[in-house]
């Protein structure tokens, strides 16, 4: 499985071990599992699956750069942002370029939500932004947990 330390190369760095980093090597440890589940299923899901990977990496390193970092200025952050960002437009990208998969309904139940990963730019409180995003989803979870219920809907 491709993990965190083997994309960052990560040491025994003390930011590693501050409490924002080490609960979302939780994050991390899910988004592998489901890269390592993925495999198995159909191509355009196993790929949307390392995308889905390569976001959370993102995030971990945004935070990881941000528990050693001052504030940032406003007119920094969208250079900061920037490789999160674009592993989140690259999720999109690809769901629009498979519209035609049978596994649509899986790929968009991943894009809609995975906005939820701006929650760092997000204040007060992120948590509730990052609800409302993942909601987002809701309507394509339901029509894959119909579909699947349903054989003649496979």
């Given at each position: ?10 040491d025994d760095d003390d930011y590693d071990t501050v409490e ?70 690259a999720v999109g990208e690809y769901r629009d370029k ?57």
């Open positions: 499985s491709s993990g965190i330390n083997a994309e960052y190369g990560d924002a980093v080490t609960e979302f090597n939780a994050v991390v440890a899910k988004a592998n599992a489901v890269v390592e589940k993925g495999n198995n299923l159909p191509s355009d899901v196993a790929e949307m699956s390392k995308l889905l990977q390569k976001v959370c990496l993102q995030n971990k390193e945004f935070l990881r750069v941000s528990v050693r970092a001052k504030a940032c200025a406003p007119a920094d952050m969208p250079i900061v942002i920037k490789p999160m960002q674009d592993a989140i437009a498979n519209r035609a998969s049978k596994q649509f309904n899986h790929l968009s139940a991943v894009s809609e939500a995975i906005g939820a990963f701006g929650w760092v730019c997000v204040a007060p409180r992120p948590i509730d932004y990052m609800i409302e995003m993942i909601g987002a989803s809701d309507f394509y979870i339901n029509r894959i947990l119909k579909d699947f219920k349903d054989p003649q809907g496979l």
